[in-house]
C-alpha cells in the first residue's frame, strides 16, 4: 500500500511535469492487431513454459514475463529487422516480439537442436544474429554495455564506413534490481557523451526476486537518471502499451535521428514468480492483485474494442491462432532431436586451428577422451 | 544422525553469529528472502537486519565493503548468488582482500569469508556453470575450501569465519540437498576442521584418486565399482584447495604409485595439473602409470541435458581412467598409448 | 580557455544558488598555523619525492599531489584519529595530513624497513592501521567501496556492538575520472540508503591523466549526482582552504551526527603531471597559468597575514621546520636498511599455518626453492 | 634491422587498420595521449577519433561496448592500460566474448582483441604486478597469446586481429623499449604468424626449457651460461597460452628428457604445472628427471626493489634448476632429494 502511494505520487508528479505522454495519438487497426497478437503470443507462450517446465520438458532457471507484455511488445514492433535488441535472462519474450519463431524458443527451451541456439544455449541464453537479438544475459547489468556497443556499432557505420543510410537502433532491456548497478551507470555516461542510438528500457517490476525496489534504490525514480547523465529521461505506465509505444516512438525517433539516448522506466510488474523455482512469498497479495487488475492483455483488448478497432471475434481468433502457434511449437520442440554428441566441441571457436583438431579441419568430436577434459578440443 | 549440507551451512553460520557479534552477513537476498539458496535461512528473524544485510546488485560494490569492514575488525561472510557473480567483485577478492596484510607488512589483516555455490548446477547454461577454484587457488592471500560432506560444511565454514585471513569458501548447489551423517563431535559448537588438511574419505592400496566437492561422492562411487574389478582405490577429498595439502597426496601417491586427479573445472592450468605437478615434484620415482587428470571439457557449458552430461566427469570416465592408469604398469610402456 | 568559461560559469551559478558557502566563518590562529604547516609540509615533502626519484631513490609510478593541498588539509585536519582515510594511488600526502610520520612514508617510497608498510607497500599502497589510513588503492574505484565499508562499521559499533558513541567518519578521495566508474555510483546508492558516515570527496582536478573531464563526462558538474543519488552534492573551490575548511565542517558533522553521507566535489588542479612519467603534455598552458596563479598555499598565506592570523616571521619559521622534517626524512630513509630476504615471505597471511611453515610456527622464509614458486611458501 | 616491440606493435596496428575498415582501437588514453605507454602513437592523427576512441574509465564498460560491437563485425582492439584492470571487465572476457559463439551455436562469433601489458613491471607493487595469463589461458573460447621479440608482436598481434574470435594478447611492459632483429618478411604487411605454434628459440639436446614474454630472454641467457657448464638446452617460446602447442613441447622432451618451465606468474595452477601435466600425460616415459617449475614467487608483489628482485625468477634460478634437473638422471633418483 506503501508502494501504491508512492507511486500514485509519482504518476501524479510526472503529470503535472508534463512528462506523461497524451494517449491520444491513436494507432491503425493493423498495428492495433499486430500488437495485441504480439502480447497474446507472449502471455500463451510463456504459460506454456511454465507447464512444460513442471512436466520437466525443460530445466535450469526458466523466468517468465507474464504481465510486462506491453513493454516487449510496445517497444519492439516499432523496431526494423536490422535494430537490434539485447535482453536479460528473462529473455523469450524479446525474442519473439522481435520475430523469431516460436518454434525455435521452444525447441531451444526443450534443449533441441532445432532451437535457435541448437540446445547450445538454452533459457537465459537466446541469440538470433538474423533478428538481430543479440542475448539474453545472465548476468545483471551485462547486457547493458553489449547493447550500447552495438548502438556504437550504428554510428561507427555511419561515420567510418560511409553507410550514411545506417539509422538502426539498439533497445536495451533490463530490471529496476539491475538499475543499481555499476554497468548502467558507466553506460548512461557514454551513449550520453557520444549521442548512441540507444534506448535504455527499463522493466521496473518494482522487485529484484525478493528485494523491493523501494528497499534497494536511494531514490526510486530510476528515470531521472536520464538527466543527472545529460539525456532525456521518462517515466510511463508498463501496464498500458499505448502508453509505452508512445514513449517508445518518440525515443526510437530520437535516437534514428541521430539525437542520441534515452532512458525509459516502464512500471510494470510480473505476475508470476521471479523464476519458475522462485516461491514468491514475499510480495503483498494486495500489490499483486493491484497489478492483475491492471493486466495490459485485458487493458488493451478494452481499448480496441472500445475504439472500435476490432471486433470480439477478431480478438478471438487471434488468440485461437496464437494457441494453435503454441501447441505447434510444443509439438514441434518435443518431436526434435536432440543433439548428437558432436555438438559438445563445435562452436568453441569460430576458427578452431590449433585446440585439436582433425586433419579435415574439424574438430576430434569424437575422440574417446574428451569428456576427461585432456582432450586438446 | 544425518544432516543436510544446508543446515550444516545454516548452523554454522548461525553458531558463528552467535559466538562472535562482528560476524555479520551480507548479500543479495540474505535476509527477507532467506538466502537464493536459503543458506540464511532463518539468520534475519535471529539477528535482525543489521547483520543479516541485504544489498542492491552490486557486487563490486558490497563485496568491497565487507572488505572495508574488515579492515576494521569486523567478521564479514559476503554470500556472492553463484560464484560466477563473484567476477563482478574480483577485483576486491584479489586485491583489497587478499593483498593488504602482505602490502600493509601485517598492519591490516582481513577477516573475511566469500562464500556461495560453485561450478555446475543442472540446466543452467554456460554463464552460471564455471568452477573458480584454479583460478582463486592460485592467488597468495587467500585461502580457498571446498567442502564437500555436511561434517566438511560445518567444519569448514566455522574454520573460514575464525580465521583471520580472506577465505573463499567454495559450495555446491547440488550439494545443498544431500544429507550426510554428522557425529556428535561435529555437532558441537566448538567443532572446527583445520584449514589445508585433507580427509582420506576411503583408504586404499592400487590407486589414488582426489577429488574435491561433489566429486568426491562420484570418487567414492568410483572406487566401489573398481573394487569389485580387484582394483582397490584410495580417495581423497581435498578439502582445501589453497593451501594444498601436498603431504597427504603425496604420500598416498607413494603408496600406490598411481593417480587420477577429478574436477568440474576446465582443464588447463586447473587443480588436477597442479597436483600433478606437485606429485611430479615430490614423487616422481614413485609414479607407475602418467597421471590420469578428469575435468570439465574444455567447452562452455552447454544447455541441453544430454550435452550438459557429457561436459562434465561422470562416474564411469573415474572408472575407465583409473583403469587405464592400472594397466599402465612401468613408466616407459606408458609412452607406447 | 572554454574549460574556464564553464567552470567560471559553474561558479556563477552555485553562488546564485547559494550553495557556495559563507567565507566568513573564520580559524583560530592555531587551526590556521596547524593547516599551513599542513599544507607546507604536503608540498615540500612531494617536491622532495620529485627529486629523490629523479636522483633513482624511488621507482615505479610516483603520483604527486601539488596543488591539491587545500583539499587534504582543508579536510583531513579536522578529523578525528579514530576517523578514517582512504586514498588512491595518490596518497602520500593523505597520510601525512592524517598523521602518518613524514619519515615513515618517506621510507616507505625508498622501500625501505622502516617505512609504514616496510617497504612492501610502496608509493601507491600507503597504509598505516594506527591512523586508521587504509590505503592507497590503486585501482581507479576500488577504495570507494572499501571506505564505503569502513564506514558501514562505524554504524555497525553504534548499532550492534553497541558502542554508542562511535561516531567515527570515513573520507574517501578519488578524482574526477573516477567519477565515472561504476562503482562510485553503486556506493552513492548504499550509502545514501544507509544513511553511511561518509563524504565522498570528489578531487576534480580536470584531468584524469590525459583525458580532459569534459571529453569524458556527460554531465561535468560531478557535485550533482549527490541529489540524484538522494544525498547533498557540494561544489567547493578546492583552492581555497576556507572554503573547502567550511564544507567539510558541515560534511563532517552531518556524518558524525549520523545524518547520512556527503558528496563533495572539490575543484582544484594539480601542479603536476599526472606521475612523475608523464610528460604532460596536453594541457593548455593557460589554463595551468590560471590555476598556479591560484595556488592554494599562496592564497592561504595571505589570508592568514591580511587577517593577522599569523606573521611572516611565523609562516617563515614553519616553513623552515618543515624543510628540516623533509630532509630529516630523506637522511632517515636514506639510512635506513632495506628490508631483509626473510620479508618476502613474511604477511602474505595474518596465519600462515598450511603454507609451508616451519615447526616453529615461522615461515621457512630461508627454503633455497622459495624463488622458484615451487617453494609452498 | 632492428625494431623494438612497441614499434612492432604499432606498426601491426597501423597496418591492419588501414588495411579494414572495421578494425578500431578503443580504451583509456589511447587517442590524445597517444597510449598509456604509446603504443597507438599516432594511430589517432591517421584515423580520428572515431577509430581510435578514448573511453572514461570504465573497463567494464568499454570492454562491453568492443564486445557490442564485435558481435556487429567490428573487429574492435581494446586496450587495457595494463591487464590488471582487466579484472573489472572479466565478466565481458570471459561470458560475453569467450562464450557467445558457443551459446549461440555459431551464430555470433566474436572477432575481438583485449591487449596491454600483463605482468610485472618494475616498483608498480602489488596491485599492477599480476601475470593473466593462467586465469585466460583456462577459458574455452579465448585463444591467448604472449609475444615476446618483434617478430612475434607483430606476427602475433595481425593474426590476432584478423582472428574470428576473441583473443587475449599479453605484452610485457619492460620489453617495449627493446629492440629486435626483424627480418624483411616480417616487416611486410602481409607478414602474420600461426596461432597456436611455439617457436624453438634454440636448439639444444639435454634439457628443454619453456618460457613465454619477457622470461623467453631470460632462457636464452641461462641457456648460454649453461652452455659454457656443458649443458645444451632447447628453449621454446610458447608464443600461445592457449591453444598451447603441446606438440612441440613434448617432441623437445622427448629428446631431452628433461623439463624447466619458467613464468612469472604465480605457481599455483599456473602454466608450468599445465606444461608439466602436459608431458606427464603425453610423454611419461621420455621423463629422465621430475619436471622444474619456476614461477613467481608464492606472495603477492613486494615493492621494495630488493625483495622484488626475489619474487620473480632471475637467469640464475633457471640455470640452478636446469642444473638440478640434469644431475638427476633416473627417475627412482629423484626421489632422493
Ligand atoms: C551479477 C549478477 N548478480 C546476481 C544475479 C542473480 N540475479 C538474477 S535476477 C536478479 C534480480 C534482478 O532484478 P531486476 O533487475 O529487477 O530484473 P527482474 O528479474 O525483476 O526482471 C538477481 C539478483 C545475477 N544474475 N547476476
Ligand atoms: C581500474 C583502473 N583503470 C585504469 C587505471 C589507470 N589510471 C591510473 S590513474 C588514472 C586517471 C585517474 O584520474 P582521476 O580519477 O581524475 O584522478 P587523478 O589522477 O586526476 O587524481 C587512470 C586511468 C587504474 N589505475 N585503474
Ligand atoms: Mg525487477
Ligand atoms: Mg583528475
New interface residues.
Given amino acids: 500500500p506503501c508502494m501504491l502511494e508512492f507511486m500514485q505520487t509519482i504518476v501524479e508528479l510526472l503529470i503535472d511535469m508534463d512528462l506523461i505522454v497524451n494517449r491520444d495519438k491513436l494507432l491503425t487497426k493493423e498495428e492495433g492487431l499486430e500488437v495485441y497478437e504480439d502480447m497474446i503470443l507472449g502471455r500463451v507462450f510463456e504459460d506454456m513454459c511454465a507447464q512444460m517446465y513442471y512436466r520437466g520438458k ?4 526458466v523466468h517468465l514475463y507474464n504481465g510486462q507484455e506491453a513493454v516487449s511488445s510496445g517497444f519492439i514492433k516499432l523496431l526494423k529487422k536490422e535494430d ?1 535488441v ?1 535482453s536479460t535472462y528473462r529473455d523469450h519474450v524479446h525474442a519473439l516480439s522481435k520475430g523469431v519463431p516460436a518454434r525455435a524458443v521452444m525447441s ?1 527451451l526443450f ?3 532445432t532451437g535457435c ?9 537466446m ?4 533478428h538481430n537479438v ?9 547486457g ?10 550504428s ?2 557505420k555511419r ?3 560511409k553507410e550514411a543510410d545506417c539509422d538502426h537502433v539498439t533497445l536495451a532491456f533490463f530490471g529496476d ?2 538499475a ?11 551513449a ?2 557520444w549521442k548512441l542510438p540507444i534506448i535504455f528500457v527499463v522493466e521496473n517490476n518494482l522487485w ?4 523491493s525496489h523501494l ?5 526510486p525514480e530510476i528515470w ?2 536520464g538527466p ?4 532525456p529521461g521518462v517515466h510511463v505506465d508498463g501496464m498500458d502499451v499505448l502508453k509505452v509505444r508512445e514513449v517508445a516512438k518518440e525515443a526510437i525517433g530520437r535516437a534514428r535521428r541521430g539525437e542520441g539516448p534515452t532512458l525509459v522506466e516502464c512500471e510494470t510488474y510480473r505476475f508470476r514468480g521471479h523464476s519458475l523455482a522462485d516461491p514468491d512469498e ?1 510480495r503483498d497479495p494486495d500489490e499483486k492483485a493491484h497489478y492483475a487488475a491492471r493486466d495490459p492483455i485485458t487493458q488493451f483488448k478494452k481499448y480496441l474494442i472500445e475504439n472500435k478497432l476490432a471486433s470480439e471475434a477478431e480478438l478471438k481468433a487471434i488468440e485461437k491462432k496464437i494457441d494453435e502457434v503454441v501447441e505447434d511449437a510444443v509439438e514441434f520442440a518435443d518431436e526434435s532431436p ?2 548428437s ?1 558432436s ?9 578452431p ?4 583438431i582433425g586433419p579435415d579441419g574439424r574438430y576430434r568430436c569424437e575422440d574417446p577422451k ?8 | 544422525k544425518e544432516m543436510t549440507v544446508r543446515d550444516a551451512l545454516n548452523s554454522a553460520l548461525d553458531e558463528e553469529m552467535a559466538a562472535d557479534p562482528n560476524v555479520f552477513v551480507m548479500g543479495e537476498e540474505v535476509g527477507e528472502y532467506q538466502g537464493a539458496y536459503k543458506i540464511t535461512k532463518g539468520l534475519l528473524d535471529k539477528y535482525g537486519p543489521e547483520r543479516v544485510v541485504d544489498t542492491p546488485i552490486t557486487e563490486a560494490g558490497f563485496a568491497g565493503i565487507g572488505v572495508g569492514s574488515a579492515y576494521h575488525g569486523l567478521r564479514p561472510v559476503i554470500e556472492f548468488m553463484t560464484f560466477n557473480f563473484s567476477m563482478q567483485a574480483i577485483d576486491h577478492i584479489i586485491n583489497s582482500a587478499a593483498k593488504s596484510n602482505y602490502m600493509s607488512a601485517g598492519q591490516i589483516n582481513v577477516p573475511i569469508v566469500f562464500r556461495g555455490p560453485n561450478g555446475p548446477a543442472a540446466g543452467v547454461g554456460a554463464q552460471h556453470s564455471q568452477c573458480y577454484g584454479a583460478w582463486y587457488g592460485s592467488v597468495p592471500g587467500l585461502k580457498v575450501l571446498v567442502p564437500y560432506s555436511s561434517e566438511d560444511a560445518r567444519g569448514l565454514l566455522k574454520a573460514a569465519i575464525r580465521d583471520p585471513d580472506p577465505v573463499v569458501f567454495l559450495e555446491n548447489e547440488l550439494l545443498y540437498g544431500e544429507s550426510f551423517p554428522v557425529s556428535a563431535e561435529a555437532l558441537d559448537s566448538s567443532f572446527c576442521l583445520p584449514i589445508g588438511k585433507a580427509k582420506i574419505e576411503r583408504e586404499g592400496k592400487d590407486i589414488t584418486i582426489t577429488a574435491f566437492s561433489k566429486m568426491v561422492g562420484y570418487a567414492l562411487k568410483a572406487a566401489e565399482i573398481l573394487e569389485k574389478e580387484g582394483i582397490n582405490a584410495e580417495v581423497i577429498n581435498l578439502r582445501s584447495i589453497r593451501p594444498l595439502d601436498r603431504a597427504t597426496i603425496n604420500a598416498s601417491v607413494r603408496k600406490t604409485n598411481r593417480l587420477v586427479t577429478v574436477e568440474e573445472g576446465f582443464p588447463q592450468h586447473g587443480i588436477g595439473a597442479e597436483i600433478c605437478a606437485s606429485v611430479v615434484e615430490d614423487s616422481f620415482g614413485y609414479l607407475d602409470a602418467p597421471v590420469e587428470r578428469i575435468a570439465g571439457a574444455d567447452v562452455p557449458t552447454p544447455y541441453a541435458a544430454n550435452l550438459e552430461r557429457m561436459a562434465f566427469p561422470q562416474i564411469e570416465d573415474i572408472v575407465r581412467a583409473a583403469k587405464r592408469a592400472c594397466y599402465r604398469s612401468a613408466p616407459m610402456a606408458a609412452t607406447a598409448s
Same sequence: chains 1, 3.
Fill in positions: 525443460m530445466f535450469g532457471f537490434t539485447v531451444e534443449g533441441k537442436t541456439c541448437r540446445g547450445q544455449g538454452g533459457s537465459m541464453h541469440f538470433s544474429a538474423e543479440l542475448g539474453g544475459f545472465a548476468f545483471i547489468g551485462e547493458i554495455p553489449v547493447a550500447t556497443g552495438a548502438a556504437f556499432t554510428k561507427y561515420e567510418v564506413l534490481g539491475t543499481n548497478n555499476g554497468q548502467f551507470f558507466e553506460c548512461l555516461n557514454m550520453a557523451l529484484a526476486i525478493g528485494m528497499r534497494a534504490t536511494s531514490d531521472k537518471k543527472a547523465f545529460g539525456m514475499l536432440a543433439p554428441r555438438q559438445l566441441l563445435e562452436n568453441v571457436f569460430a576458427d586451428r590449433g585446440f585439436g574428451f569428456t576427461e577434459g585432456t582432450a586438446q578440443v
